[in-house]
């Protein structure tokens, strides 16, 4: 993958309209409904977490024209010390994850699903979509930093 820059965080340039503050309040509670047998934390408006490690987080995310995940860091921590931290167990997680882990600067092996967040006719195949995702992500994890 070639690095690239995420810009794509709340501003949409393919015409659809922005999504309310209210609408991703009410994404998040039904995606926590749906996954009630995990503890998932409040990152921002835009994100929700799922803690691997003391050091690792899962950042769930969405936009108005997608969802996705990423590897971080702790709160404050800076991206090229995830990273950098997370080079000791590449390619294997790379590979393991089917994501690049600087493929795009601030967010380490982030993958995303193209979608129309504005429907909430939409949302079951994004939820259905992040908990796949994060329950790979979180089983990789586990096994690589945590075992390995």
Known sequence: MSNRALDEWDI??????SISAAEIKTFWNGYIAHRKDVRIEHGSLYSRWRRVSDDLVLSLYLTNRSVGLFVRGQRGERFATTANRLEAYEPD?????????RGYEGCCYLTNLPHPVTDPASWPRAYAWLEEREQHYHRVLIEAVRGG
């Open 93 to 101: 997680l790379g590979l393991a994850l089917d994501a690049s882990l």
């Open 12 to 17: 949409a340039r393919t015409g659809l309209r």
